[in-house]
């Protein structure tokens, strides 16, 4: 069975530009989640969906989005990117909300220039 | 307000020496979840293992066992006879079932290293 798979693995931006990154979850896996990973703050959750709502979200601005498909399958946007923005994201995903046992892709890097 | 503590920044052991990896955690729900994954150089989280709040029994898995103590808030997590190939960032994880069981909080991990 493939795992998480997310593309792409390697993005720089300049600041101000806007990013989309990819997501996609076990084959089954319904909840997806994605996590934010800096030096300075650690491991964030950034929001979780499942069937295509957004069903939990963390402390992050506005300029943060996500969105699920009906596939499962899940992008996660940041518009109007800082330089703060630099960090590896994470995506996991879970069979459902109830069994929370999350697995996690290798992460998209970017840098925000 | 929930919150995990791992005091243990970075740990360096030899090969084959036995290592325990500290967890404390705080949280008001009653309900809760319990993990630790290990991140190796490539990036990726790796699930280990995952406790509810209401199974206190301690673990082992291999080389691996986990002890949780409700009484102290502590989860924590031993390597025995450790191997060059655990040398990774190992973080603890709560979640809760109030704040949603797929919100991961997460420590600020520890990085073991073992020498060969």
């Known amino acids: 069975k493939a795992g998480v798979t997310q593309t792409p693995r390697y993005l720089i931006k300049t600041r101000g530009q806007q990013v989309t990154l990819s997501c996609s979850p076990i084959s089954g896996h319904r909840s997806v989640s994605w996590y934010q990973q800096t030096p300075g703050q650690g491991l964030q959750f950034l929001f979780e969906y499942f069937s295509e709502t957004q069903r939990n979200k963390g402390n992050f601005p506005g300029r943060f989005s996500g969105r699920q498909f009906s596939n499962s399958r899940s992008e996660m946007n940041v518009s109007t990117l800082e330089l703060g923005d630099s960090a590896l994201y994470l995506c996991?995903?879970?069979?459902?909300?109830?069994?929370?046992?999350?697995?996690f892709g290798a992460g998209t890097r970017l840098s925000v220039l | 307000a929930q919150k995990v503590t791992q005091a243990q920044t970075e740990i360096s052991v030899v090969e084959k020496e036995d290592v325990t990896l500290d967890c404390v955690y705080e949280?008001?729900?009653?309900?809760?979840?319990l993990f630790w994954y290990k991140q190796p150089p490539s990036g990726e989280l790796v699930f280990l293992i995952r406790r509810n709040s209401f199974d206190e029994q301690n673990e082992i898995s291999g080389r691996y066992s986990w002890n949780f103590q409700k009484s102290t808030s502590s989860f924590n997590f031993t390597i025995t006879a450790s191997q060059v190939v655990d040398s990774a960032v190992y973080f603890c994880a709560l979640s809760e079932a109030k704040s949603g069981a797929n919100n991961l909080f997460f420590g600020t991990g520890t990085r073991l290293t073992v020498i060969p």
């Open positions: 996991a995903s879970s069979l459902d909300r109830a069994k929370n046992i999350q697995y």
């Open positions: 949280t008001r729900d009653t309900t809760y979840y």
